[in-house]
C-alpha cells in the first residue's frame, strides 16, 4: 500500500487527501469494496498509538461520505482485520467498506 500511496502502483482512487487515501479493493467482496489507509504506514491496529489517533478518527469520518458516494444508500460494513489470526493479509492498515445488497455479496468477509 505504501507503492500505492506514493504512486508507484496505480489504484482507482476516490479519495485523497494529506493523510489517507481510498480507493476500489482489486478483489472485492461486495458491490461496493472500499479500502481507506492512512498515507504514514504503520503495519496494524494493533501497532497505533496516540499519534495515529488523529486520521484513525478522520478515516472513520470519511467513511460514511465515501460508502454515500459509493452507492450504498441503505447501509454499509467497515471491518479493520488486525495481524495474522484477524485475517490481515496486507501489513499496512487498512480499513475495508463494504455495501450494496447483501445477496450480491460473495465470499467470506475480507
Known amino acids: 500500500f505504501c507503492k500505492i500511496v506514493a504512486g508507484q502502483v496505480p489504484s482507482r482512487k476516490v479519495y485523497e487527501d494529506d493523510d489517507m487515501v ?32 488523529e486520521v484513525l478518527a478522520r478515516m472513520m469520518l470519511k467513511v460514511p461520505e465515501l460508502a454515500r458516494a459509493a452507492g450504498c444508500a441503505n447501509g454499509f460494513r467497515t471491518v479493520i482485520n488486525t495481524g495474522p489470526d484477524g485475517g490481515q493479509e496486507i501489513h499496512h492498515l487498512h480499513l475495508h467498506v463494504l455495501g450494496g445488497p447483501r445477496h450480491e455479496w460473495k ?4
Do not use: T, W
Open 22 to 53: 481510498a480507493f476500489h479493493d482489486i478483489h472485492p467482496n461486495a458491490p461496493v469494496h472500499l479500502l481507506v489507509i492512512p498515507k504514514s504506514h504503520v503495519d496494524s491496529l494493533a501497532d497505533c498509538g496516540a499519534g495515529e489517533g
Open 107 to 110: 465470499g467470506p468477509l475480507p
